[in-house]
């Protein structure tokens, strides 16, 4: 794996962990509700990506690839509501939002050297 994979995968691992951090304080009755499609939903985005990291042939990847920033976009609206919510700080939402945004910078790099790849 190169300095550019490695450095993603250790950003997406970071946001994964601080998003099981910060929900370990939510409410009990949110448990099989926010707390589990948030952590659902951030874990998503490094399991995606290191399954099509995993896949041998350009196509696949990028098929694993372009399934990671939904997962993103669906990580990013419940993080954001639970700082609305009162749930998270503002300091946290910053730092998560902060991860996202390099993340998703990242992973579009990655899906649009593969496009090139594959020449489209």
């Known amino acids: 794996m190169n300095d550019f994979k490695e450095k993603l ?3 997406m691992n970071e946001f994964v962990h601080l998003v099981y951090h910060l929900t370990k304080n ?12 948030i952590r659902r939903s951030s874990l998503s ?12 042939r350009p196509a696949v990847q990028l098929n694993f690839y372009e399934i990671s920033p ?6 990013s609206y419940p993080f954001a509501f639970s700082k ?14 902060k991860l996202l945004k390099e993340i998703g910078a990242m992973l579009w790099t990655e899906i649009d050297s593969l496009d090139r790849t594959l020449g489209k």
Do not use: D, H
Not at 29 to 34: D, F, V
Not at 46 to 53: A, K, P, S
């Open 45 to 56: 985005i490094i399991l995606n990506y290191v399954e099509g990291y995993g896949r041998r």
């Open 84 to 97: 609305e919510e009162g749930l998270i700080t503002k300091e946290n939402y910053m730092k998560g939002i």
């Open 70 to 75: 939904g997962s993103f976009k669906e990580a």
């Open 9 to 11: 995968k250790k950003l």
């Open 26 to 37: 939510f409410p009990k009755e949110e448990l099989y509700g926010l707390t589990s499609q």
